[in-house]
């Protein structure tokens, strides 16, 4: 496993979580259209999607913007020839297996880096920042998009739930809280003319809910080894994974809350 990336994150290693990805994205609270709000790509420029994932992003950007070149970078070998095999229409976006903190192109060669959904994961964003940085043509741009409080932002009366949830949220070794924290860590790594946004997603629409508990219901089954795990075994797990989905599907009815905050940073090298 790479050092730059926490111990668990190889639950993106599972098979299903390339689906997932795919059909999260088609919910309104991961609309990449509401993301990319504050990005103004030009036709012509060179993109780095960094941590590419199921190439989602890559896929959507060149429908987007006509005459851009995308070179998508992830380290799951998996997830590379998954978005591989998927991408059949279009040859202007280049796969590469590739660590982020050392990336396979020469100083100055992007006009835009964009990481979406990675900074979770990574031990060192500072240093990862500067890499990114490094790779970027001078007075280009680099466009962060992450959660805030995921797994802290689901509220229910179920005492259980909640101290099997605090349990899991402690052990965690992810950072749920990064996405305040971009525009600090893009200051760090030098970046200039740095800006943010942040929103709130509310899940309290039905169909929204329902979509929510299947992408949950994927994350959960793709997470069983290690939650597992931090939780002390399979049973108390299967505990858990219960508990969520029933809680979940009282949203509507219960006062359950769910929601996320999403936060997106900017800034020009």
């Known amino acids: 496993m790479n050092l730059n990336y926490n111990q668990q994150d190889y639950v993106l290693d599972n098979p299903k979580e390339f689906k997932r990805l795919e059909d999260q994205v088609l919910q309104k609270a991961y609309s990449l259209e509401d993301e990319l709000r504050h990005l103004d790509l030009r036709p012509g420029d060179r993109v780095l999607d960094a941590g590419c994932g199921s190439g989602v992003l890559s896929k959507f950007l060149i429908k987007k913007v006509p005459n851009i070149t995308i070179d998508a970078c992830d380290y799951s070998d998996l997830r590379i020839q998954q978005a591989q095999n998927l991408n059949t229409q279009s040859e202007r976006i280049t796969y590469h297996l590739s660590d982020l903190g050392s990336l396979p192109f020469a100083e100055g060669t992007f006009d835009v880096v964009i990481s979406r959904y990675v900074f979770e994961y990574l031990k060192n964003p500072i240093e990862i920042c500067h890499e990114l940085k490094r790779v970027l043509r001078p007075g280009g741009i680099v466009y962060l998009i992450d959660l805030d409080g995921v797994f802290q932002n689901f509220w229910t009366a179920n005492s259980r739930f909640n101290e099997l949830l605090s349990l899991l949220e402690k052990k965690l070794d992810?950072?749920?809280?990064?996405?305040?924290?971009?525009?600090?860590?893009?200051?760090?790594?030098?970046?200039?003319?740095?800006?943010?946004?942040?929103?709130?997603?509310?899940?309290?629409?039905?169909?929204?809910?329902?979509?929510?508990?299947?992408?949950?219901?994927?994350?959960?089954?793709?997470?069983?080894?290690?939650?597992?795990?931090?939780?002390?075994?399979?049973?108390?797990?299967?505990?858990?994974?219960?508990?969520?989905?029933?809680?979940?599907?009282?949203?509507?009815?219960?006062?359950?809350?769910?929601?996320?905050?999403?936060?997106?940073?900017?800034?020009?090298?």
Request: proline content about 2%.
């Open 174 to 269: 992810f950072d749920l809280f990064v996405g305040r924290k971009l525009p600090s860590i893009l200051n760090q790594a030098g970046f200039k003319n740095i800006s943010w946004d942040a929103s709130i997603h509310l899940f309290n629409e039905s169909e929204e809910i329902q979509k929510e508990i299947q992408n949950n219901f994927t994350r959960l089954v793709g997470a069983k080894e290690p939650f597992s795990k931090i939780l002390g075994g399979e049973e108390v797990f299967d505990e858990f994974f219960h508990l969520y989905l029933e809680e979940m599907k009282k949203i509507e009815t219960n006062g359950n809350v769910l929601f996320f905050n999403k936060f997106l940073a900017w800034g020009r090298k």
